[in-house]
């Protein structure tokens, strides 16, 4: 799997919104952006993933470059469950290389 | 949809004895699992791909003889740490997928394992 690389924390206001971003330079056509979120001591959590368009479901928006470079996580109005680490991870769709392979991912303070 | 459950949440385990841990997907088949672990503070490391109806292929470093993985049907594996350490208390974690290669993976909520 291509590396992932993601500043270590950011925080954000309670009700504002949270972009997490993400750069994936060496990613290759067949790999998917994935982000998944761990709140503490819990399994992580699927959140969206995509392969070149923006995708957006319920929880959030990803916001994936036209050269497939970087992506970025929107969380529209984030809460303080939203604390958590964000993880980016980019995948092999198909074969035995399908695997998640989880970076130090980004930790997320939502403040009050 | 794509719940993955697991089971126990929390066990804690005399040094030398074996625990096995349970991995269900609920609401869809999984012929593919995998099996986490996370020590404090750090990221998840993949311990090893479950294939139903086959050996597990381990990631380079895990031992497959101590970390005993079953994956008998389509909706349950299970992992089993044998004559167990106190350096092998960790959060392990399961995660599965179905459907379509391209699907998620869903994860369970972890089991705390306590080695004393």
């Known amino acids: 799997d291509a590396k992932t690389t993601q500043p270590p924390s950011m925080d954000c206001a309670e009700g504002r919104a949270a972009n997490l971003p993400c750069n994936h330079s060496t990613i290759s056509g067949n790999e998917y952006v994935y982000w998944y979120r761990q709140i503490h001591s819990q399994g992580p959590q699927y959140i969206i993933h995509?392969?070149?368009n923006n995708e957006t479901n319920e929880m959030a928006s990803l916001i994936i470059t036209e050269d497939r470079k970087s992506s970025t996580l929107i969380l529209p109005h984030a809460t303080l469950r939203d604390t958590a680490v964000y993880y980016c991870?980019?995948?092999?769709?198909?074969?035995?290389?399908?695997?998640?392979?989880f970076g130090k991912g980004i930790t997320l303070s939502v403040r009050p | 949809g794509a719940v993955v459950s697991q089971h126990p949440s929390r066990v804690i385990c005399k040094s030398g004895t074996s625990v096995k841990i349970e991995c269900r997907s609920l609401?869809?088949?999984?012929?593919?699992m995998f099996w986490y672990r996370q020590f404090p503070k750090q990221s998840l490391m993949l311990m090893a791909t479950?294939?139903?109806?086959?050996?597990?292929?381990?990631e380079q470093g895990v031992e497959k003889d101590k970390f005993l993985i079953n994956h008998a049907s389509l909706t349950l594996s299970t992992l089993t740490v044998t004559s167990a350490h106190p350096e092998d208390s960790s959060f392990y974690i399961c995660?599965?997928?179905?459907?379509?290669?391209?699907?998620?993976?869903?994860f369970g909520n972890g089991t705390r394992l306590t080695v004393t």
């Open positions: 609401d869809f088949q999984a012929t593919t």
């Open positions: 995660s599965a997928r179905g459907g379509q290669t391209s699907s998620p993976l869903h």
């Open positions: 479950s294939n139903e109806g086959s050996k597990a292929t381990y």
């Open positions: 991870i980019v995948r092999v769709a198909t074969g035995a290389n399908s695997k998640l392979t």
């Open positions: 995509g392969l070149k």
